[in-house]
Nanobody
Framework: QVQLVESGGGLVQSGGSLRLACATS????????MAWYRQVPGKPRELVAT???????NYADSVKGRFTISRDNAKNTVYLQMNSLKPEDTAVYYC????????WGQGTQVTVSS
């Protein structure tokens, strides 16, 4: 069974940066397109960024130019570098396959203060 463990969240001031990591196990990580999602209480989970198995990336308009998704297939890990953070980026961040597995990790909380 796939396991997804997100880390790297925290409290940061507006304009600051964070780097999230998501370690996966239980699957052949390298064959999957992966993604980062985020969720604010009371709202649907939002797709933030995707990366294909060969490294092609795509971003939500709200984060384009500020966030960078990357992957290390040798470490079965996907990353999200977040720069120029804004209060509206505050959310719990999750990683999963682009077409999500049924189970999700615990997520990592990102809080951006104004």
């Amino acid at each position: 069974q796939v396991q997804l463990v997100e880390s790297g969240g925290g409290l940061v001031q507006s304009g600051g940066s964070l780097r999230l990591a998501c370690a996966t196990s239980g699957v052949i990580f390298s064959i999957y397109d992966m993604a980062w999602y985020r969720q604010v209480p009371g709202k649907p989970r939002e797709l933030v960024a995707t990366i294909t198995q060969i490294g092609a990336t795509n971003y939500a308009d709200s984060v384009k130019g500020r966030f960078t998704i990357s992957r290390d297939n040798a470490k079965n890990t996907v990353y999200l570098q977040m720069n120029s953070l804004k209060p509206e980026d505050t959310a719990v961040y999750y990683c999963n396959r682009r077409v999500p597995f049924s189970n999700w990790g615990q997520g990592t909380q990102v809080t951006v203060s104004s």
